[in-house]
């Protein structure tokens, strides 16, 4: 039972899936933009690449002769992977869900047109033309985004005519790679946003990790928690809606699925195909298995019993204000001295404003108050400090 797996994107989230596929004793090479990137620190061997070239990525591939080869990140040179497949390379999830999930256009058409599944209206925008007219169709406010970024770079909630124009350059300038559109969706009026962590196997049936709250800003997940209150009639919905599109987009792994919960319902909001940033907080023990060491399990074909609630937990991230490229962290002392708390440095080797560079965690029994257990991880992330 051992593979080399070659990790396309090497970050916080990668980091802790090197630490539990090594665990289950495989081989992980990591690969980056950059070197020194947080996952490179764990695995095994790296690789420093531009991963949306498509020669690069290819000798990278031609030099490990991965079994599995695993995207952490948005940016990749996705197409490539239809050819790996036909090497006999494992894709996680999937090649065809790792081209539909890299690009907002094709997972939206896909949730919407093909599978029916409640989303906001949208519009496709490539000109300042197109877009200005979305949003007359739209109306105020609407939300912006690049139909290629990740961390929600580029993403935008548009409320006045004045601003349509930074808001247009923000989410083109913004954009990953060679694609240059933008999506203009209804505003959702929700009282709460959650992750669904979703776990589709090779042998066995789809299963469905306690839901998550999540609260962002400037489209990145600011702090998470666990167990979220959510109706039961909500969660069937959910979990009926993230099966159908899991399904349709096909492989096997941890999927983030994404949805607002309304007044109205569910509404389907997006979804990553691996684990996800609000899943963080599952590294406090919330659950018997963190979505890493789920996301590991699952890849490798090893069979996952059950997935149940232990605890109530809250996550709430460490960022960055500045650009540097010497920096140290303080007051991490001072953040473990309350009870039941914890921290993850992601030792990021730079600083840039609002770069996350390290979460704090905090737990307590199943049935603690979760809006306390916010309000302690918020006090711990404030006393450590990027200086």
Request: hydrophobic share 40%.
């Amino acid at each position: 039972m051992h593979k080399k797996i070659l990790l396309l994107g090497s970050g916080e989230l990668g980091k802790e899936l090197v630490i539990a596929l090594k665990r289950l004793g495989q081989t992980v090479i990591a690969v980056d933009s950059y070197a020194g990137a947080p996952a490179m620190q764990v695995a095994d061997g790296f690789e420093v690449i531009d991963m949306l070239n498509g020669e690069e990525l290819d000798s990278a591939v031609t030099k490990h002769q991965p079994d599995l080869v695993v995207p952490e990140i948005e940016a990749i040179r996705t197409e490539r992977f239809y050819e790996y497949e036909k090497q006999n390379i494992q894709v996680v999830p999937s090649a065809r869900a790792a081209n539909f999930t890299m690009n907002r256009k094709l997972i939206r058409d896909l949730a919407s047109k093909d599978l029916g599944l409640r989303t906001a209206k949208y519009f496709y925008a490539t000109t300042y033309e197109e877009f200005t007219k979305a949003v007359s169709d739209i109306g105020f406010p609407c939300v912006v985004k690049p139909l290629m970024s990740s961390s929600g770079k580029g993403q935008s909630v548009l409320k006045k005519t004045e601003d349509q124009q930074a808001v247009w350059e923000y989410a083109i300038n913004n954009s990953r790679g060679d694609i240059k559109e933008v999506i203009i969706e209804e505003f959702i009026s929700f009282h709460t946003e959650i992750t669904l962590l979703t776990v589709t196997q090779k042998n066995g049936t789809t299963l469905f990790c306690p839901p998550i709250g999540h609260r962002q800003e400037r489209g990145d997940y600011q702090e998470s928690w666990q167990p979220v209150a959510i109706s039961e009639s909500d969660y069937n919905d959910a979990c009926a809606m993230a099966e159908k599109v899991t399904t349709a987009l096909t492989g096997a792994g941890l999927w983030g699925v994404e949805f607002f919960l309304t007044d109205k319902g569910v509404f389907f909001s997006e979804l990553s195909p691996r684990p996800h940033d609000t899943g963080m907080v599952t590294l406090a023990g919330t659950q018997n298995l963190s979505e890493f060491e789920l996301h590991a399990r699952t890849i490798l074909g090893l069979p996952i019993p059950e997935i149940k609630l232990e605890r109530a937990g809250a996550s709430a991230v460490v960022l960055a204000n500045k650009t540097a490229a010497q920096f140290t962290i303080a007051g991490v002392e001072k953040a473990l001295e309350k009870i039941n708390t914890d921290v993850r440095i992601f030792g990021k080797p730079t600083t840039r404003p609002y770069r996350r560079m390290a979460v704090a965690l905090v737990y307590d029994a199943v049935d603690a108050d979760v809006n306390e257990l916010r309000k302690k991880a918020k006090n711990a992330a404030d006393q450590i400090t990027i200086q």
